[in-house]
C-alpha cells in the first residue's frame, strides 16, 4: 500500500468521524446559536451542589466554608465528646458542577436545612465502630444463631481496657497475667494450667465517622458494665434485711451467688457477713460475648465412701441395718476443664492417683414387698432407705442448683466421671418416667415415699422401664450426653412434687446431702 492510498483512507475517516459528532447545522440561526453555547462554557460558574439523603437542598460556592461553618457550630457535640472537629452527617455529599447565574444558598441556610431535616444527632466525629458476631449456640429449642452486638467508641484503648476487665470477671487476674505472659508454673503436685483462652465471636473494629446521637461509649465503667450486663442502665438495688446472707438475696433475686459477687466486688466469698440497711446490687449478666478457658486442673479431692447393699427378703422394705460404716478417701485426680464465661460447660477425668482408697458402708436392707403400682399418682411400694450418690466417684459439679444468668437450674450436673459410667438410683422408689426427649436426652424419673422425685437426665443409655421398682444404688443407665447437653455428665434433680406436674425443684445438698 502507497502513501497515497493511506492519506486517501485516513481523509474519508475524518470525514466520517465529522458526520457523526458534528450536529448538521440547519440554517445560519441553529449556527449562531452553537457558537453562543460554545462561548458561555467559558463564563459557567463552578459551584457546589449539596445532597441530603440523596436529594438536592442547594449550592454553596465553597465546600471548605461550608465544612467549617458546621464544625463551628457544634460546640456542644465538642465538649460532650470532648473532641475537636465535627463533620457532617455521613449521608451529605457535596458536588463539584458547573452552573449559570443559579443562586446561591448562604453556608447558614444549608446548616439550617440540614439541622431541620436530620437533628444535631447526625452530625459526625471521628471513631470506631465494633462490631461483635452473633455466636450459635444449642438451646432447649434448638439451634440458634445469637444476635450482632454493635457499639462505637471514641478511643481503642477504652475497648481494650473494658474488654479485659470483663474476661478478668470470669478469669482469675493472676492466671490470666501469667497466661498471657507464658509465666504459668509447671504442675508439681496440684495446681492449674490454662491451654487456651479465647473469645469464639467473630471481632472486628473499623475506624470511621460516628453520628453524635448514636451511643459512644467514651469511659472504661460504662463499656466494661454494658459487655457484662447487656445494658446501660443502672443495676437493681436491694437493702440487706436482718438475717439475709449472700446466697439467699442472690436466690430470691433470681441470680447465681457469682452474679452477685460480681455486681458486688466489695465482697470475696458467698460466706462474707452483711448488715441490715446495707445496699447491695441485684445484675442478671448477660455477657456481649462467650469467653471460653480450657484448663488442665490436678487437684486432691475426698472420695466420698459409697453404700453397697445387701439385699434381705425375709425383712420388708424399709428395714437397714449398717453392717459396715464407711469411710472416705483421698485421690489427686488429674481434670481437662471447659469454662464459657466462668461456667463449667465441660469436664473430663485424665487420671486419678489413690492416696487413700475409701472403704464402702455396707448396708443390709429388707427387700420384701407389701404391693405394686406404675401409675406415677399412686403410692410407691418401697419406703424412703439411705439416700446415696448417683454417679461414680470422683466427681465434678459442673454447674449448681440455682439462678444463673435470669434461669433457674433446678438440678445440679455432675461431670467428670466419663461417658458410659454408671448412673444409680438415688433411693428406693418406682420408676414413673422413661424415655427421651429433645431437652432432657434420654432420662428417668423415680418416685420416692415422702412425696420425693428424682430425675436423671442425658443418659447414654437407659436401663429400667416405666413400672420397674428400684433399691438405691441399682445402677438405671450409663452417663452420656444425650439431648440438649454441653459435654458428658447427668443432670440430677429432686423435686418435691411430679417434675414439670407442680413439683418443686429442691437444691441436693441442702435436702438429702448435707
Known amino acids: 500500500m502507497n502513501s497515497k492510498t493511506i492519506l486517501s483512507i485516513f481523509v474519508a ?36 451542589r449539596v445532597y441530603l439523603e440523596g436529594k438536592s437542598i442547594g449550592i454553596v460556592s465553597s465546600k471548605e466554608e461550608l465544612e467549617t461553618y458546621i464544625d463551628k457550630e457544634q460546640n456542644e457535640i465538642k465538649e460532650k465528646y470532648n473532641v475537636d472537629k465535627v463533620y457532617a452527617p455521613n449521608d451529605l455529599d457535596i458536588v463539584k458542577e458547573y452552573t449559570f447565574n443559579e443562586k446561591l ?12 431535616m436530620k437533628g444535631p444527632e447526625a452530625f459526625t466525629i471521628n471513631g470506631y465502630k465494633v462490631f461483635i458476631g452473633g455466636v450459635e449456640e444449642e438451646t432447649e429449642e434448638g439451634t440458634v444463631q445469637g444476635e450482632d452486638v454493635v457499639f462505637y467508641v471514641l478511643d481503642k484503648d477504652v475497648l481494650y ?30 495446681g492449674k494450667t490454662i491451654e487456651n483462652l479465647y473469645i469464639e465471636n467473630k ?7 460516628i453520628p453524635a446521637g448514636e451511643k459512644i461509649y467514651t469511659d472504661v465503667d460504662s463499656l466494661s458494665q454494658f459487655l457484662l450486663f447487656g445494658t446501660d442502665q443502672e443495676q437493681e438495688q436491694y437493702v440487706v434485711q436482718e ?88 485421690s489427686v485426680v488429674s481434670v481437662i476443664r471447659k469454662k464459657v464465661n466462668g461456667e463449667i460447660v465441660a469436664t473430663a477425668t485424665t487420671s486419678e492417683e489413690k492416696i487413700k482408697p475409701s472403704v464402702d458402708r455396707i448396708v443390709i436392707r429388707g427387700t420384701r414387698q407389701y404391693s405394686s403400682s406404675t401409675d406415677w399418682n399412686q403410692e410407691v411400694p418401697v419406703s424412703i432407705g439411705s439416700w446415696v450418690w448417683p454417679t461414680a466417684v470422683p ?21 467428670g466421671c466419663g461417658y458410659g459410667s454408671p448412673i444409680k438410683a438415688a433411693n428406693n422408689g418406682v420408676v414413673v418416667q422413661s424415655g427421651y426427649t429433645s431437652t432432657n436426652g434420654n432420662y428417668i424419673t423415680i418416685k420416692h415415699s415422702n412425696g420425693y422425685y428424682t430425675m436423671y437426665a442425658h443418659m447414654a443409655t437407659r436401663y429400667k422401664a416405666v413400672g420397674a421398682t428400684v433399691y438405691a444404688g441399682d445402677v438405671i443407665g450409663l452417663m452420656g450426653e444425650s439431648g440438649f447437653a454441653t459435654g458428658v455428665h447427668l443432670h440430677f434433680a429432686i423435686y418435691n412434687g411430679m417434675p414439670y406436674r407442680g413439683g418443686v425443684p429442691l437444691n441436693p445438698f441442702k435436702t438429702v446431702y448435707r
Open 13 to 48: 475517516f475524518l470525514f466520517s468521524f465529522a458526520l457523526v459528532f458534528i450536529p448538521v447545522l440547519r440554517n445560519e440561526e441553529d449556527a449562531n446559536l452553537l457558537a453562543m453555547d460554545i462561548a458561555r462554557v467559558d463564563q459557567a460558574d463552578m459551584v457546589y
Open 395 to 415: 466427681y465434678t459439679i459442673n454447674s449448681p442448683f440455682g439462678w444463673r444468668w435470669g434461669k433457674l437450674h433446678e438440678g445440679i450436673d455432675i461431670g
Open 243 to 330: 438475717g439475709d446472707t449472700i446466697e439467699d438475696i442472690a436466690f430470691n433475686n433470681k441470680i447465681s451467688t457469682e452474679e452477685f459477687l460480681i455486681a458486688n466486688s466489695d465482697f470475696n466469698s458467698a460466706s462474707d457477713l452483711l448488715y441490715p440497711g446495707q445496699v447491695v446490687t441485684i445484675g442478671i449478666l448477660d455477657p456481649q460475648f462467650r469467653l471460653t478457658e480450657e484448663d488442665f486442673v490436678v487437684e486432691e479431692k475426698v472420695v466420698e465412701y459409697e453404700t453397697k447393699y445387701e439385699d434381705d427378703n425375709t425383712k420388708y422394705v424399709g428395714y437397714e441395718k449398717v453392717k459396715q460404716e464407711g469411710q472416705d478417701g483421698l
Open 203 to 209: 471481632k472486628t473494629i473499623t475506624q470511621e465517622r
Open 105 to 116: 444558598s448562604t453556608t447558614e441556610e444549608i446548616y439550617q436545612k440540614i439541622k431541620e
Open 161 to 190: 481496657e473494658a474488654m479485659e476487665r470483663t474476661i478478668k470477671v470470669f478469669v482469675d487476674e493472676e492466671d490470666y497475667e501469667n497466661y498471657l505472659n507464658g509465666t504459668q508454673e509447671e504442675i508439681v503436685y496440684t
